[in-house]
């Protein structure tokens, strides 16, 4: 296969295309609730540089997309409090769905349907590269994580349940 050729064209690696970003593709067989746990077993790569991309409302109902690592879990309470809402909770499956476009399980951070504020765990952006959904089930990309702030806008949060 050549190099110009790309395994997977979804709205996410169309978007880091129309950027330029440089990506590396990488599919993995997908197993329902295996999470970043299973990717990066199959990938052979440490679950903390694989990061999960949920997303999740506020009091309001406003969605915003959240980046954390794969092996940690969002504090809700300590997210809401650091961006000034009230509550901050996970969104359901169906109205993740039609926020980003994307199935539960693919979800990317690039070319979801809506625009929505991005935080993202601060040392996610310490990391030199990192495995992020690229927009269906079963396919990571690797990119260097600046990308998410140069190209997304993504806040830095410490949001991560130690």
């Keep these: 296969m050549s ?3 790309h395994i997977c064209e979804t709205p996410a690696t169309q978007f880091l295309k129309q ?14 609730h295996g999470g970043t746990g299973e990717s ?4 052979g790569v440490d679950e903390h540089i694989v990061v ?8 309001d109902a406003k969605p915003m997309v ?3 690592h794969g092996d940690r879990e969002v504090s809700t309470k300590s997210l809401a409090r650091q961006i000034g809402a009230k509550k901050v ?5 169906e109205v993740a769905q039609r926020h980003s476009g ?3 399980g693919g979800t990317s951070p690039f070319g979801t349907r809506k625009r ?4 993202v765990e601060a040392s996610v952006l310490d990391l030199p590269r990192i495995y992020i959904n690229g927009g269906r089930r079963g396919y990571l990309v690797s990119i260097e994580p600046a990308a998410l702030v140069d190209l997304l806008g993504a806040r830095p949060v410490n949001a991560a349940l130690q």
């Design 40 to 43: 990066a077993r199959q990938l």
């Design 19 to 32: 950027y330029k970003v440089a990506f590396g593709e990488h599919p993995y067989d997908y197993v329902d």
């Design 89 to 93: 909770a996970p969104c359901k499956p």
């Design 66 to 68: 959240v980046l954390m």
């Design 102 to 104: 994307y199935m539960v």
């Design 116 to 119: 929505m504020p991005i935080w």
């Design 52 to 59: 999960k991309t949920l997303i999740m409302e506020d009091e």
């Design 3 to 5: 190099k110009a050729r």
